[in-house]
Nanobody, 121 residues
Framework: QDQLVESGGGLVQPGASLRLSCTAS????????MGWYRQAPGKQRELVAT???????TYADSVKGRFTISRDNEKNTVYLQMSSLKPEDTAVYYC???????????????WGKGTQVTVSS
């Protein structure tokens, strides 16, 4: 069964950097658009960054210039490099594989279980 496993979260001070990883099981990783989302306590889940199968990227305004999403299709992994972290970046970060119809099969959206990022002095 396909799954996504996030890692790399932790407790860091403001201004620090952190790199999140999301590794996918299953096949055809390279054809799927991927995304990072986050959910802070008491708030709705929000989009952080996306990367297409062709490696085009988009970012939320709040993270532009500080976060970078990338992918390594050889490793079935998508990354989120976060720098200049702020307390407001504190959240659970989730990885998502977007739904796609490919080679006769309809692959549903797939979410990871999340990794906690806490930015605090």
């Amino acid at each position: 069964q396909d799954q996504l496993v996030e890692s790399g979260g932790g407790l860091v001070q403001p201004g620090a950097s952190l790199r999140l990883s999301c590794t996918a099981s299953g096949i055809f990783f390279s054809v799927f658009n991927m995304g990072w989302y986050r959910q802070a306590p008491g708030k709705q889940r929000e989009l952080v960054a996306t990367i297409t199968s062709g490696s085009d990227t988009t970012y939320a305004d709040s993270v532009k210039g500080r976060f970078t999403i990338s992918r390594d299709n050889e490793k079935n992994t998508v990354y989120l490099q976060m720098s200049s972290l702020k307390p407001e970046d504190t959240a659970v970060y989730y990885c998502k594989k977007d739904r796609r119809y490919y080679r006769g099969y309809d692959y549903d959206d797939l979410w990871g279980k999340g990794t906690q990022v806490t930015v605090s002095s």
